[in-house]
């Protein structure tokens, strides 16, 4: 049963510190595992809470350049809390992982989980031997958290690794999920929808209770489950999202045949409540960190344990057909044939204000264009640093006017902000054969053809 903390723990949780005589401070000692996305933006912001933070990595290259203030991803108002944090003598970065957890109340695991080669099940590779590490250093309690994503049933395993290793250390293990969404992440941790914590006993409560406490007193939602439940809310919330973007994508193929516009239908639907309009914007299929490991991952839960996740099996397979329909739209658009043709791609990463490529469509799509022949030139504001290895043989440029030179039809792949107010004159003007596969919906089909270009696509538009 989910209860809300304001019940279970007014006496024992967060309302009750203030008065407590109790073994829990205010500022908290903090040790996370693995300075990846999840892991750098939740110690940083948990410096910014006033605990104090130690990030660990094995990767020497990536703390000198934390320890330098140099952050390894782009995440807009990360570097200024690092900052901050830094100079405040609150966070700090160390590849000595004992010494790291030597007196700390809680240790957040955030390491990787990639979808496992051949099956789809997550990796827990790295998360176990994690828990070894951390077995091998506890010196006194602690609380064991999982941050990274992980199937149910991890957090046992996690605490069964931890026992066997030190059968007389004492330790909780609690299910601690994120919802940060790339570009936004460190909105979403310091003002966040709600946080989730599994946790089975009251000595990790009280811990959780003093490390969220700042969002509590400011009536932020903190649900307290149990861990398997926690488990699952982050992949049952994560494939529902998905299902949304799959969903519309659908309607948008149906767009196209009836003569609909798909962004009316999107606008209509996300009036009424019971929807929403988020992640109803039709385009090129989902991609990221998130969204195809973990309904990957949430599919083969379900057929572990005999109750096919039917929907979100479905959800995946549109994905994939979703990015076939693109590299469709675009050769028709080309007469059928990109052979030989210089196509402009403006956006490879997954999506606006991140350098993730991740399973971004672009690494399906791009390629498809290069082997059929196309000479592609690549325009990205951040993507140029990982996609250079996952794009080869394309042009990378800085400039969308100078990449839609001589090119013969420009593609909006991933909708930047510095995408969205280009002058299509100029742009038209300078092209070989101007003609725009717009796979965000960016612009209207008026704008572009009144702007000078011979033909336009866009998804789900008549």
């Not at 948008?252 to 045949?257: I, K, M, P, T, W």
Request: net charge negative.
């Amino acid at each position: 049963m989910i209860a809300h903390c304001n019940r279970p723990w007014t006496i024992k949780g967060v309302a009750g510190l203030a008065g407590r005589q109790g073994p829990w401070k205010e500022v908290m000692k903090i040790a996370v595992i693995g300075t990846g996305y999840v892991g750098l933006v939740s110690g940083v912001c948990f410096s910014d809470f006033g605990h104090e933070v130690v990030c660990v990595d094995k990767v020497e290259t990536k703390i000198t350049q934390l320890r330098e203030r140099l952050i390894p991803i782009y995440e807009p108002g990360l570097e200024q809390v690092l900052a901050r944090n830094v100079a405040a003598g609150r966070l700090s970065f160390s590849t000595d992982l004992p010494t790291a957890i030597a007196g700390a109340d809680a240790v957040f695991i955030a390491v990787g989980t990639p979808s496992r080669r051949g099956d789809g099940h997550a990796d827990l590779s790295y998360v176990m031997a994690t828990a070894e590490e951390i077995a091998q250093a506890l010196t006194d309690y602690a609380v064991i958290v999982t941050k990274s994503t992980v199937p149910v049933g991890t957090n046992r395993r996690v605490a069964e690794v931890v026992r066997a290793a030190r059968p007389e250390i004492e330790f909780d293990v609690v299910s601690n999920p994120e919802f940060l969404r790339e570009g936004a992440a460190v909105e979403d941790f310091m003002k966040p929808d709600r946080v989730i914590v599994g946790v089975e006993s009251d000595r990790a409560r009280d811990v959780m209770a003093a490390i969220y406490r700042p969002l509590y007193l400011r009536d932020f939602p903190i649900i307290q489950t149990g861990l398997e439940t926690a488990e699952l809310i982050k992949y049952a919330a994560n494939a529902f999202l998905a299902t949304k973007i799959s969903f519309i994508n659908e309607i948008a193929a149906l767009c196209e045949r009836v003569g609909a516009d798909v962004k009316d239908v999107a606008r209509g639907m996300g009036f009424d409540g019971q929807i929403g309009n988020k992640y109803l914007h039709a385009g090129p299929g989902y991609g990221g960190s998130c969204f195809p490991k973990d309904t990957s991952a949430l599919a083969r839960i379900g057929q572990d344990h005999g109750a096919p996740q039917r929907i979100t099996e479905t959800v995946i397979e549109v994905n994939e057909g979703v990015k076939r329909r693109m590299i469709d739209k675009i050769q028709d658009l080309c007469d059928g044939s990109v052979n030989g043709r210089t196509v402009t791609i403006l956006g490879v990463t997954f999506k606006p204000g991140t350098d993730d490529m991740r399973e971004a469509p672009a690494l399906t799509i791009v390629p498809a264009l290069v082997g059929r022949g196309a000479k592609v030139r690549v325009v990205d504001p951040h993507g140029r640093r990982e996609g250079e290895a996952l794009l080869p043989g394309v042009d990378w440029q800085s400039d969308p006017y100078a990449a839609a030179a001589g090119a013969e039809i420009l593609v909006i792949l991933t909708e930047w902000n510095e995408f969205r107010a280009l002058d299509l004159k100029r742009l038209a003007s300078v092209m070989a054969r101007p003609r725009l596969a717009d796979l965000r919906n960016v612009y209207s089909p008026a704008a572009a053809l009144a702007a000078g270009f011979e033909a336009y696509e866009g998804v789900g538009r008549a």
